[in-house]
């Protein structure tokens, strides 16, 4: 059975930072473009990053560029580096996972595999 399970969720003020990690189980997502969405309360899920099967390409939200870093490692991992948080940053982010999209399109995608979301709280 497939899983991405998100961790590193939790409370911080605003200007710190958190790292988010999902782990992948229950087949080999090397060759899968991995990714971050979220959902703030009362809003529509957006694009936060991706990654490509080889961690060497990236593409970021406007939003968060700069301030967020996404990446992987040779395991079924990926990784969000969340640094000078904001209170609109506030959201239950998701982990996700697709075969067949490419980076610079995975905003876009019906992607195959979803996590449940981990919460981030950003207080003012």
């Known amino acids: 059975q497939v899983q991405l399970v998100e961790s590193g969720g939790g409370l911080v003020q605003a200007g710190g930072s958190l790292r988010l990690s999902c782990a992948a189980s229950?087949?080999?997502?090397?060759?899968?473009?991995m990714g971050w969405f979220r959902q703030a309360p009362g809003k529509e899920r957006e694009f936060v990053a991706a990654?490509?099967?080889?961690?060497?390409?990236t593409d970021y939200a406007d939003s968060v560029r700069g301030r967020f870093t996404i990446s992987r490692d040779n395991a079924n991992n990926s990784y969000l580096q969340m640094n000078s948080l904001k209170p609109e940053d506030t959201a239950v982010y998701y982990c996700?996972?697709?075969?067949?999209?490419?980076?610079?399109?995975?905003?876009?995608?019906?992607?195959?595999?979803w996590g449940k979301g981990t919460l981030v709280t950003v207080s003012s």
């Open positions: 990654i490509n099967w080889s961690g060497g390409s």
């Open positions: 229950g087949r080999t997502f090397s060759d899968y473009t």
């Open positions: 996700a996972a697709d075969l067949s999209t490419s980076v610079v399109l995975f905003r876009y995608a019906y992607v195959d595999y």
